[in-house]
């Protein structure tokens, strides 16, 4: 009996692609992400249309023929400070730092955009020996998103001179820039809006024991969410859509994959100052869950094709969620029967939580949200709860998003995004 394989065993990797279903240009052996997951349900299917032809002078089937491929999957795990997840789900990432540490100025660069794509091919002037999964930082004073000193993933190198970078949402016209320097270190503050334009990801589940690689392209996120308790790790759990899927006996990266370490959290990092609805801190939740919906149209298949998704399309993405509290008044209930505007803010923190090793952090706000009312009920003869759903928008938030997540780390935007 040939060796079995073991799911403790198995690994999950992911490489950002540049466009949908497009492997990166420049050279990637070491470059893709170690993804730490509970489990994984990514696969491949193929339907199998029904012929509906008659044999004659019998009433015994015809052979049917192949439909469409599906590739999807779910990928649940815990909430990290360095999980490339929380880009994948969002799709924009705005990223500033502390006591960086950078190289030389690179010569005379030049740019052209895709703001729709949230990408910018940076042109130098002289070679630039960037790699992908390097990090930038630029000192620009134009557009709005990029004005300042922010930091920048490389996700693809086309030559010598020229690379490209991941950008936040809202973006338009030109870059003014000062300078340009390669990022080596620094204490890092990664603000995660949803709304921007969803990455998509090569993406493999290996089996090294037994020599079996399962590579998916295309893969995009489809829905997330969290689930916060008072003790115990914080839940997620991601579901993904994607294209294409090829078996292989080697992995598609070649090299040592990046390892960020499992930087998790967990419900005792909450502390009650730090737990707040509509801006003021809150003692009496016993549950707390957030579900983002990016509303995925997968219905991409074309004559010509091949059965395969030509792309992927979000939609208008839905954030809501749940909060469960000890029952001890109803003022929660009343501003769920008012429609009274509310916010939910969490904030856990490792340490100080200034970002430094060991004193991470992370923050999940929704700015914007109505709960609908339902009276708590008598269930028991124990404690009574109250249970209010509630569905986020994005009105007039200084945040311009229904939902973000901050995240405090010295891990590196080339590494993590």
């Avoid at 020996?129 to 086309?158: K, Q, R, W």
């Avoid at 340490?351 to 009312?373: C, H, M, R, Y």
């Avoid at 569905?391 to 229904?402: C, E, K």
Wanted: aromatic fraction near 8%; include cysteine.
């Amino acid at each position: 009996m040939s060796p079995q394989a073991q799911g403790s065993l198995a690994q999950l990797l992911m490489l950002m692609e540049p466009a949908f279903n497009t492997a990166p240009t420049g050279a990637f052996a070491g470059k893709s992400k170690k993804v730490y997951f509970e489990t994984a349900s990514l696969a491949y299917s193929r339907g199998l249309e029904q012929s509906k032809i008659i044999r004659g002078a019998s009433r015994h089937p015809t052979r049917g023929t192949a439909g469409t491929t599906d590739v999807g999957g779910s990928i649940p795990t815990e909430l990290q400070a360095t999980m490339s997840l929380l880009y994948a789900a969002l799709g924009s990432v705005s990223i500033t730092a502390s006591a960086p540490t950078v190289g030389a100025a690179l010569t005379t660069p030049t740019f052209a955009y895709d703001w729709v794509n949230q990408i910018v091919t940076v042109t130098c002037g002289a070679a630039h020996s960037l790699v992908i999964g390097d990090t930038i930082e630029m000192v620009a004073t134009a557009p709005t998103v990029c004005n300042g000193t922010f930091y920048y993933p490389v996700i693809d190198v086309t030559s010598t001179t020229a690379f490209k970078i991941k950008v936040p949402m809202g973006g338009s016209s030109t870059i003014t820039v000062t300078t340009i320097k390669k990022c080596t270190a620094g204490v890092f503050t990664y603000t995660y809006k949803a709304g921007g334009k969803l990455p998509s990801y090569i993406t493999e589940v290996g089996y090294p024991d037994i020599g079996k690689y399962f590579k998916y392209t295309g893969l995009t996120n489809s829905k997330f969410g969290m689930t916060i308790n008072p003790t115990g790790v914080v839940a997620v759990s991601s579901d993904w859509m994607g294209a294409t899927e090829t078996v292989g006996a080697a992995s598609f990266d070649t090299g040592s994959p990046i390892d960020n370490t499992k930087i998790s959290f967990d419900g005792s990092m909450l502390a009650a100052a730090d737990m707040k609805e509509g801006g003021d801190a809150i003692a009496l939740i016993k549950n707390l869950s957030f579900n983002l919906d990016n509303a995925l149209d997968g219905d991409t298949f074309v004559v010509g094709g091949g059965g395969v998704r030509g792309g992927i399309n979000p939609g208008v993405y839905q954030i809501t969620g749940s909060v469960t509290t000890i029952f001890t008044d109803t003022t929660l209930y009343e501003k769920a029967k008012n429609s009274t505007e509310s916010s939910l803010d969490a904030a856990f923190k490792k340490g100080s939580g200034d970002g430094t090793a060991g004193n991470e952090a992370i923050q999940v706000v929704t700015p914007e949200l109505i709960f609908t009312p339902k009276a708590p009920g008598v269930p028991g003869p124990g404690g009574v709860t109250a249970t209010y759903d509630f569905v986020g928008d994005y009105t007039d938030n200084a945040d311009a998003t229904a939902f973000k997540i901050i995240v405090k780390c010295t891990q590196l935007p080339g590494n993590v995004i």
